[in-house]
């Protein structure tokens, strides 16, 4: 007789249990851990460096026979504003303005200056420096092609966003019974409804969370990545939208929702605070009780 009960009912159950265990594990992580980064380190140790060391990651197109190296720049720490982003534009317009990266809001909103600075996925704009730590490595995100230096080509990270359709879809037949996708109207939602896509809506396509996901480093081309199941999770959740139950058969692939092996390496390495490995374990939650 098998040790395994194969009972599906039992099976449901099972799965259902395990998803709900997934859950409760990262509120508990979510509790412990506060949202609020602290970019100083917590050691005994209090000195302060007058002079900093920033090892940036260097590549040139343009140049094929160099291979990508760290290049290294001294500066003075009362040189430096407040960010890693002043460290950088620093050093452009006083050591070397061939260094490339990507900038623009200042401000954490855009996402664009995210960066890997000492072994955390960040942006560069809202991340301090930390003067009790000599080094400040610099690397483009991990697995995610590099075009120059610290600047990523994002095309098929947003071509992955741009299949989910992130925008509100309605069912409503014209007169010759097609179904008309866009909204003719306002559509109203209240407090209640508005409230259950806090947490979801505020990506900002930075790309942290994916290039941190081990999934997504083993098969990008096919895994979506935590990036954008959250969004689709987000559309999910709004009230106005009339497409659940497609956007949700839409994940349920191979290389979709049940992909992810709940390492949370996105819910720590969110800029923003997000956590996609919740949203990720909500739906596999909801699906499972709908199956």
């Given at each position: ?102 900038h623009h809001c200042h401000n954490g909103k855009c996402g664009c200056c995210a960066v890997n600075i000492n072994g955390k996925n960040v942006l560069a704009c809202n991340t301090p420096i930390d003067d009790k730590q000599e080094v ?78 081990p999934n997504y480093w083993r098969d990008a081309d096919a895994y979506l990545g935590p990036s954008t199941i959250l969004n689709s999770f987000r559309w999910i959740r709004d009230s106005r939208d009339g497409f659940h139950s497609e ?45």
């Open positions: 007789m098998s040790l395994i009960n194969r009972n599906p009912v039992f099976l449901k159950n099972n799965i259902f249990n395990g998803i709900l265990k997934n859950i409760n594990v990262i509120n508990v992580i979510k509790e412990n851990n506060n949202t609020t980064r602290n970019f100083h380190s917590n050691s005994i140790v209090s000195k302060h460096y007058k002079e900093l060391e920033f090892k940036i990651y260097r590549w040139n197109p343009e140049k094929p026979k160099e291979k990508p190296a760290y290049k290294s720049y001294k500066v003075n720490r009362e040189d430096i504003k407040q960010t890693v982003l002043d460290g950088l534009l620093y050093i452009k317009e006083n050591e070397d303005p061939t260094l490339s990266f990507r400040q490595k610099i690397s483009p995100l991990p697995n995610i092609p590099v075009v120059k230096d610290l600047v990523l080509d994002l095309t098929h990270y947003y071509e992955q966003y741009k299949n989910i359709q992130p925008w509100i879809m309605r069912k409503k037949k014209d007169e010759h019974g097609e179904i008309i996708k866009e909204p003719d109207r306002e559509i109203l939602q209240t407090s209640k409804e508005r409230k259950k896509i806090d947490g979801y809506y505020e990506c900002n396509l930075c790309a942290c969370c994916s290039s941190s996901c956007r949700k058969d839409a994940l349920q692939g191979p290389d979709s929702l049940f992909r992810c092996h709940g390492e949370m390496n996105c819910m720590s390495n969110c800029p923003l605070g997000l956590n996609p490995a919740k949203a990720i374990a909500k739906l596999k939650l909801t699906i499972t009780k709908e199956g």
